[in-house]
Every structure is written in C-alpha cells, then in structure tokens.
C-alpha cells in the first residue's frame, strides 16, 4: 500500500491550524421532519465564499448528492471566473478559489485526510437551544489545538440526526433577542465565523 504523505497544517496568526467549513444539502430535514435534498443556491456560494475567505477559513465545501445541482453551481463559480464578470468583480473570483463541489460528507473527510494527514474533529452547528458547547470555549480549543476541523451547516430546517451522530461537537446555536430562530444560513455561517475567529 501506498504510504500516504502527511501534509502539515498551515496554522493562522490566531494560533489555531485548518479549519474547514462544509454546507450540507443532503441529508436535512424539511419543516415535517422528512430527511431531503435540498436546492443549492447563488447566494449561498457567493456570500458563504467571501465569509469563508474574510475569516481565513481553508476550504469551503458545498455537499450535494444530485449531479444537476453541482453542474448548476459550476456554471455559476466558472462564470465568474471569467470574461465580463470577472473583469466586474475579481475579488469574487478569488473568494471562490477555496470553494469545492462534493457528493457526499464522506468525500469531504477524505479530501481533508489527503491534505493534513489526519481525520479532522467534525463541528456540528443546531438552532436547537440544548446545543452544546460555548463558542467562547470552541474558539480557545481550536486556538491550542493544530489538528484539522470541519464545521457542518444544514440547509433546510437543519442536519439531519445520521449527521449529528457523526459529529465530535455540537456548537451552541446563535441566540438573539427574540425566540425566532431562522437566520438564513448564509447569516449564521457569518456570525458563527465571526464569534469563532473574528478579532
């Protein structure tokens, strides 16, 4: 067998080494409890993109079972790329550098294992107020720690329990100031992003 090489991880000013977020698709929950796929869209590849890139984030994957929604995000990340679009705004190509296409959660460990060397601690996000551990606590952990993390965002009314299950963490949801808690996840990825590694 192939021995594979270790890659060393490239830690930030912040102390903490990669840190990977991911967008599941598939399997969420819809309102009736029903696991689904659910649609990708344009904003949530542009706007999760920059945050990703603003907050230092090393890879944002997009997770998508269904081939025609991957092909449908490619034509929008290729079209920005370039010819006019590009030449309109360059820095949202560059946001879309650390974007990447996947079938599967499972694609997304190994792509992450190829490149640290190591399975990294997998960080599920809930909206549910008995969710887990504080951001203040999760953002000293990953500031000590030089292993790989990946941080898991549902589409929909949220992950699915099979996904729950696999996680090593769950994160505290975002609390505002009223009970209503249905932040468009592009908005939540910005505020956990911000709570975890903003200065």
Known sequence: ???RKKHKTRPDKSGQGNVYIAL???PVYNKNK???TTSITGFDLHDISRSALTYGITRYYVINPLEAQRQFAARIINCWKRGESFKFNP???NAFKILKL????DDVLNDIEEETGELPRIISTSAKASAGIRFKKMRLMMEKSRRPYLILFGTGWGLAKEI???SDII???IVGRTEY???SVRSAVAIVLDRLFGQ
Request: glycine share 0%.
């Open 1 to 3: 067998m192939k021995k």
């Open 24 to 26: 599941l698709h598939n």
């Open 171 to 173: 994160l505290e949801p």
């Open 91 to 93: 820095t949202r190509a």
């Open 181 to 183: 808690r249905h932040l």
């Open 164 to 166: 729950i299950d696999r």
């Open 34 to 36: 029903e696991t689904v």
């Open 102 to 105: 996947v079938s599967q959660l």
